[in-house]
Protein backbone atom coordinates (compact mmCIF):
# COMPACT_ATOMS: atom_id res chain seq x y z
CA UNK A 1 0.00 0.00 0.00
CA UNK A 2 2.53 2.36 0.99
CA UNK A 3 4.16 1.21 -2.30
CA UNK A 4 1.06 2.68 -4.15
CA UNK A 5 0.54 5.87 -2.19
CA UNK A 6 4.54 6.80 -3.28
CA UNK A 7 3.64 6.15 -6.78
CA UNK A 8 0.93 8.18 -7.11
CA UNK A 9 2.48 11.22 -4.86
CA UNK A 10 5.42 10.71 -7.18
CA UNK A 11 3.00 11.09 -10.64
CA UNK A 12 0.93 14.17 -8.34
CA UNK A 13 4.43 16.44 -7.59
CA UNK A 14 5.49 16.00 -10.92
CA UNK A 15 2.27 17.21 -12.46
CA UNK A 16 2.21 20.10 -9.96
CA UNK A 17 5.33 20.96 -11.49
CA UNK A 18 4.01 21.01 -15.32
CA UNK A 19 0.91 23.37 -13.28
CA UNK A 20 3.43 25.90 -11.78
CA UNK A 21 5.14 25.73 -15.52
CA UNK A 22 2.40 26.48 -16.90
CA UNK A 23 1.13 29.34 -15.04
CA UNK A 24 4.43 30.60 -14.99
CA UNK A 25 4.30 30.52 -18.67
CA UNK A 26 7.80 29.12 -18.64
CA UNK A 27 7.41 27.19 -21.97
CA UNK A 28 5.24 29.61 -23.91
CA UNK A 29 2.47 29.03 -25.02
CA UNK A 30 2.83 26.06 -27.04
CA UNK A 31 4.96 23.74 -23.96
CA UNK A 32 1.95 21.68 -23.45
CA UNK A 33 1.98 20.47 -26.79
CA UNK A 34 5.85 20.57 -27.89
CA UNK A 35 6.08 17.88 -24.57
CA UNK A 36 2.88 16.25 -25.75
CA UNK A 37 4.42 15.89 -29.26
CA UNK A 38 7.48 15.07 -28.17
CA UNK A 39 6.40 11.84 -26.00
CA UNK A 40 4.05 10.64 -28.56
CA UNK A 41 6.10 10.64 -31.47
CA UNK A 42 9.56 9.70 -30.32
CA UNK A 43 9.80 9.20 -26.25
CA UNK A 44 6.84 6.90 -25.60
CA UNK A 45 7.53 4.13 -28.41
CA UNK A 46 10.78 4.28 -27.27
CA UNK A 47 10.11 3.38 -23.85
CA UNK A 48 7.80 0.37 -24.81
CA UNK A 49 10.17 -1.03 -27.57
CA UNK A 50 12.85 -1.10 -24.63
CA UNK A 51 10.18 -2.65 -22.23
CA UNK A 52 8.40 -4.85 -24.32
CA UNK A 53 12.00 -6.08 -26.10
CA UNK A 54 12.94 -7.89 -23.41
CA UNK A 55 9.69 -8.86 -21.52
CA UNK A 56 8.29 -12.43 -20.91
CA UNK A 57 5.49 -12.34 -23.64
CA UNK A 58 3.74 -14.95 -22.18
CA UNK A 59 2.99 -12.91 -19.18
CA UNK A 60 2.44 -9.97 -21.27
CA UNK A 61 -0.20 -11.41 -23.22
CA UNK A 62 -2.21 -13.91 -20.44
CA UNK A 63 -5.44 -13.39 -18.87
CA UNK A 64 -4.44 -9.42 -18.58
CA UNK A 65 -5.45 -9.44 -22.38
CA UNK A 66 -8.80 -10.92 -21.56
CA UNK A 67 -9.31 -8.94 -18.80
CA UNK A 68 -8.84 -5.56 -20.77
CA UNK A 69 -10.86 -6.87 -23.73
CA UNK A 70 -14.05 -8.58 -21.61
CA UNK A 71 -14.30 -5.20 -19.42
CA UNK A 72 -13.83 -2.60 -22.11
CA UNK A 73 -16.60 -4.09 -24.11
CA UNK A 74 -18.92 -4.40 -20.79
CA UNK A 75 -18.60 -1.11 -20.26
CA UNK A 76 -19.03 0.43 -24.02
CA UNK A 77 -22.59 -1.66 -24.24
CA UNK A 78 -23.51 -0.12 -21.11
CA UNK A 79 -23.09 3.12 -22.68
CA UNK A 80 -24.36 1.81 -26.25
CA UNK A 81 -27.36 -0.01 -24.71
CA UNK A 82 -28.23 3.63 -23.07
CA UNK A 83 -27.84 5.51 -26.14
CA UNK A 84 -30.26 3.16 -28.25
CA UNK A 85 -32.58 3.56 -25.86
CA UNK A 86 -32.19 7.42 -25.96
CA UNK A 87 -32.17 7.81 -29.34
CA UNK A 88 -28.66 9.47 -29.93
CA UNK A 89 -27.84 8.05 -33.26
CA UNK A 90 -25.16 6.20 -34.39
CA UNK A 91 -21.66 8.31 -34.29
CA UNK A 92 -22.32 10.19 -31.25
CA UNK A 93 -22.88 6.71 -29.67
CA UNK A 94 -19.99 5.45 -30.47
CA UNK A 95 -18.03 8.34 -29.51
CA UNK A 96 -19.66 8.22 -26.02
CA UNK A 97 -18.92 4.60 -26.19
CA UNK A 98 -15.19 4.85 -26.73
CA UNK A 99 -15.20 7.87 -23.77
CA UNK A 100 -16.72 5.40 -21.44
CA UNK A 101 -14.45 2.79 -22.30
CA UNK A 102 -10.82 4.05 -24.11
CA UNK A 103 -8.30 4.09 -21.48
CA UNK A 104 -5.11 6.67 -21.62
CA UNK A 105 -2.55 3.58 -21.72
CA UNK A 106 -0.30 5.76 -23.67
CA UNK A 107 0.25 8.94 -21.42
CA UNK A 108 -1.11 8.84 -17.97
CA UNK A 109 -1.19 4.58 -18.07
CA UNK A 110 2.63 4.66 -18.55
CA UNK A 111 3.38 7.09 -15.53
CA UNK A 112 0.88 4.58 -13.48
CA UNK A 113 2.52 1.30 -14.62
CA UNK A 114 5.77 2.62 -14.30
CA UNK A 115 5.27 4.09 -10.54
CA UNK A 116 2.36 2.27 -9.25
CA UNK A 117 2.36 -1.05 -11.30
CA UNK A 118 6.10 -1.17 -11.17
CA UNK A 119 6.55 -2.36 -14.55
CA UNK A 120 5.72 -0.53 -18.15
CA UNK A 121 4.83 -3.46 -19.95
CA UNK A 122 1.82 -4.24 -17.96
CA UNK A 123 0.11 -1.55 -20.70
CA UNK A 124 0.95 -3.26 -23.37
CA UNK A 125 -2.23 -5.25 -23.61
CA UNK A 126 -4.38 -2.52 -23.08
CA UNK A 127 -2.63 -0.40 -25.34
CA UNK A 128 -2.49 -2.91 -28.39
CA UNK A 129 -6.12 -4.26 -28.04
CA UNK A 130 -7.42 -0.66 -28.58
CA UNK A 131 -4.99 0.40 -31.22
CA UNK A 132 -5.17 -2.84 -33.09
CA UNK A 133 -8.74 -3.92 -32.34
CA UNK A 134 -10.82 -1.14 -30.99
CA UNK A 135 -9.98 1.87 -33.24
CA UNK A 136 -10.47 0.19 -36.50
CA UNK A 137 -13.96 -0.96 -35.71
CA UNK A 138 -14.78 2.25 -34.14
CA UNK A 139 -13.46 3.99 -37.45
CA UNK A 140 -15.74 1.74 -39.73
CA UNK A 141 -19.05 1.99 -37.76
CA UNK A 142 -18.38 6.19 -38.34
CA UNK A 143 -17.47 5.89 -41.81
CA UNK A 144 -20.66 3.94 -42.61
CA UNK A 145 -22.50 5.78 -40.56
CA UNK A 146 -22.01 8.82 -42.03
CA UNK A 147 -22.22 10.74 -45.57
CA UNK A 148 -19.57 12.01 -47.67
CA UNK A 149 -16.35 10.49 -48.61
CA UNK A 150 -16.06 6.73 -47.09
CA UNK A 151 -12.13 5.93 -46.22
CA UNK A 152 -10.62 2.46 -48.00
CA UNK A 153 -10.65 -0.48 -46.13
CA UNK A 154 -6.99 -0.68 -45.79
CA UNK A 155 -7.27 2.73 -44.39
CA UNK A 156 -9.11 1.53 -41.69
CA UNK A 157 -7.04 -1.37 -41.39
CA UNK A 158 -4.26 0.13 -41.58
CA UNK A 159 -5.05 2.69 -38.86
CA UNK A 160 -2.55 1.19 -35.85
CA UNK A 161 0.17 1.51 -38.03
CA UNK A 162 -0.06 5.12 -38.09
CA UNK A 163 0.32 5.33 -34.44
CA UNK A 164 4.16 5.74 -33.69
CA UNK A 165 3.25 4.01 -29.73
CA UNK A 166 1.89 1.13 -31.27
CA UNK A 167 5.11 0.83 -34.15
CA UNK A 168 7.08 0.68 -31.16
CA UNK A 169 5.18 -1.39 -28.98
CA UNK A 170 4.45 -4.13 -32.21
CA UNK A 171 8.45 -3.50 -32.64
CA UNK A 172 9.26 -4.26 -29.10
CA UNK A 173 7.14 -7.80 -29.36
CA UNK A 174 8.72 -8.42 -32.38
CA UNK A 175 12.13 -8.39 -30.99
CA UNK A 176 11.48 -10.10 -27.99
CA UNK A 177 9.90 -13.38 -29.45
CA UNK A 178 12.81 -12.98 -31.59
CA UNK A 179 14.78 -13.38 -29.21
CA UNK A 180 16.98 -10.70 -30.74
CA UNK A 181 20.13 -9.18 -28.49
CA UNK A 182 20.34 -5.63 -29.47
CA UNK A 183 23.97 -4.01 -29.01
CA UNK A 184 24.84 -2.01 -26.34
CA UNK A 185 25.59 0.88 -28.78
CA UNK A 186 21.76 0.93 -30.54
CA UNK A 187 20.12 0.42 -27.02
CA UNK A 188 21.17 2.75 -24.69
CA UNK A 189 20.49 5.97 -27.05
CA UNK A 190 16.81 4.52 -27.33
CA UNK A 191 16.64 3.66 -23.49
CA UNK A 192 18.10 7.31 -22.72
CA UNK A 193 15.54 8.50 -25.02
CA UNK A 194 12.98 6.79 -23.75
CA UNK A 195 13.47 7.93 -20.39
CA UNK A 196 11.56 10.72 -21.28
CA UNK A 197 8.64 9.72 -21.69
CA UNK A 198 6.91 9.57 -18.47
CA UNK A 199 8.20 13.08 -17.13
CA UNK A 200 7.52 14.59 -20.72
CA UNK A 201 3.42 13.47 -20.51
CA UNK A 202 3.52 14.14 -16.23
CA UNK A 203 4.26 17.89 -17.01
CA UNK A 204 2.56 18.33 -20.24
CA UNK A 205 -0.60 17.64 -18.08
CA UNK A 206 -0.02 19.33 -14.88
CA UNK A 207 0.75 22.50 -17.61
CA UNK A 208 -2.81 21.64 -19.45
CA UNK A 209 -4.34 22.34 -16.16
CA UNK A 210 -4.18 25.96 -16.42
CA UNK A 211 -6.62 27.49 -17.68
CA UNK A 212 -8.83 24.67 -18.31
CA UNK A 213 -12.00 25.23 -18.39
CA UNK A 214 -15.10 23.41 -15.79
CA UNK A 215 -16.76 20.27 -16.63
CA UNK A 216 -20.37 20.01 -17.21
CA UNK A 217 -21.30 22.95 -18.69
CA UNK A 218 -22.55 21.79 -21.71
CA UNK A 219 -25.83 20.07 -22.78
CA UNK A 220 -24.97 16.49 -22.54
CA UNK A 221 -24.74 16.52 -19.22
CA UNK A 222 -26.67 13.02 -18.52
CA UNK A 223 -23.93 11.53 -21.19
CA UNK A 224 -21.12 13.04 -19.65
CA UNK A 225 -21.92 11.53 -16.23
CA UNK A 226 -22.30 8.42 -17.78
CA UNK A 227 -19.26 8.29 -19.57
CA UNK A 228 -17.48 9.47 -16.52
CA UNK A 229 -19.58 6.99 -14.21
CA UNK A 230 -18.35 4.24 -16.70
CA UNK A 231 -15.19 4.87 -17.23
CA UNK A 232 -13.98 6.23 -14.02
CA UNK A 233 -16.08 3.14 -11.99
CA UNK A 234 -17.36 0.86 -13.91
CA UNK A 235 -14.17 0.07 -16.10
CA UNK A 236 -12.20 -0.84 -12.92
CA UNK A 237 -14.55 -2.50 -10.62
CA UNK A 238 -15.82 -4.74 -13.95
CA UNK A 239 -12.09 -5.64 -14.54
CA UNK A 240 -10.87 -6.20 -11.01
CA UNK A 241 -14.28 -8.97 -10.64
CA UNK A 242 -13.09 -10.63 -13.81
CA UNK A 243 -9.52 -10.98 -12.80
CA UNK A 244 -10.28 -12.05 -9.35
CA UNK A 245 -13.58 -14.26 -9.67
CA UNK A 246 -12.88 -15.52 -13.45
CA UNK A 247 -9.09 -15.73 -14.57
CA UNK A 248 -7.75 -15.38 -10.81
CA UNK A 249 -3.95 -14.38 -10.59
CA UNK A 250 -2.75 -17.94 -11.13
CA UNK A 251 -4.01 -17.02 -14.51
CA UNK A 252 -1.86 -14.28 -15.55
CA UNK A 253 -4.60 -11.54 -15.01
CA UNK A 254 -3.35 -9.91 -10.91
CA UNK A 255 -6.14 -8.03 -9.04
CA UNK A 256 -4.37 -4.73 -10.22
CA UNK A 257 -5.44 -5.13 -13.36
CA UNK A 258 -8.03 -2.68 -12.80
CA UNK A 259 -5.65 0.30 -11.73
CA UNK A 260 -4.46 1.38 -15.35
CA UNK A 261 -8.12 1.02 -16.78
CA UNK A 262 -8.92 3.94 -14.47
CA UNK A 263 -6.69 6.12 -16.02
CA UNK A 264 -8.53 8.88 -18.01
CA UNK A 265 -9.07 8.07 -21.57
CA UNK A 266 -6.91 8.72 -24.42
CA UNK A 267 -7.50 11.31 -27.19
CA UNK A 268 -7.99 8.74 -30.26
CA UNK A 269 -12.06 9.43 -29.53
CA UNK A 270 -11.37 13.31 -30.24
CA UNK A 271 -9.79 12.26 -33.62
CA UNK A 272 -12.34 9.64 -34.73
CA UNK A 273 -14.98 12.61 -33.58
CA UNK A 274 -13.20 15.66 -35.43
CA UNK A 275 -13.62 13.41 -38.59
CA UNK A 276 -16.89 12.14 -38.32
CA UNK A 277 -17.85 15.75 -38.09
CA UNK A 278 -15.64 17.11 -40.78
CA UNK A 279 -17.37 14.42 -42.98
CA UNK A 280 -20.90 14.98 -42.21
CA UNK A 281 -22.69 17.73 -43.74
CA UNK A 282 -23.60 20.93 -41.99
CA UNK A 283 -26.90 20.92 -39.85
CA UNK A 284 -29.06 23.37 -37.47
CA UNK A 285 -27.57 21.87 -34.49
CA UNK A 286 -24.85 21.06 -32.40
CA UNK A 287 -24.59 19.52 -29.29
CA UNK A 288 -21.93 20.46 -27.11
CA UNK A 289 -21.10 17.42 -24.66
CA UNK A 290 -19.14 14.93 -23.32
CA UNK A 291 -16.08 17.49 -22.82
CA UNK A 292 -13.23 16.90 -20.67
CA UNK A 293 -14.69 13.31 -19.92
CA UNK A 294 -11.08 12.18 -21.81
CA UNK A 295 -9.05 13.86 -19.66
CA UNK A 296 -6.23 16.54 -22.01
CA UNK A 297 -6.46 16.59 -25.54
CA UNK A 298 -3.78 15.85 -27.74
CA UNK A 299 -1.65 19.11 -27.38
CA UNK A 300 -2.33 18.59 -23.80
CA UNK A 301 -5.42 20.83 -23.16
CA UNK A 302 -9.10 20.22 -23.27
CA UNK A 303 -10.93 17.56 -23.05
CA UNK A 304 -10.35 14.96 -25.07
CA UNK A 305 -13.87 14.08 -25.90
CA UNK A 306 -14.42 17.19 -27.39
CA UNK A 307 -17.54 18.21 -28.89
CA UNK A 308 -20.08 15.53 -30.01
CA UNK A 309 -21.91 16.82 -33.09
CA UNK A 310 -25.21 15.18 -33.81
CA UNK A 311 -26.43 16.36 -37.37
Not at 96 to 106: E, F, I, R
Not at 131 to 141: K, Q
Not at 174 to 181: C, H, K, N, R
Request: charged share 15%; glycine share 16%.
Amino acid sequence: MQGVLSGFLVIAVVIGVGYVIGRRGNLGAQGSEVLTKLAFHVASPALLFTTLARADLSVVFSGRLLVTALSTAAVAGVFVAVGVARGWGVGRTTIGALCSSYVNSGNLGIPIAVYVLGDASLVAPVLLFQLVGVTPVALTVLDLSTAGEKLPLWRRLLTPLRNPIALGSLTGVAVSAAGVEIPGPVWDPVQLIGNMAVPAVLLAFGISLRGSSLPLRGGDRGAVLLAVGLKAVGQPLTAWALAVGVFGPARGAPAGRGGDLGAPGRPEPLHLREQLRRRRTPGPRDHPGLDGALGPGPGGGGGGAGVIRSR
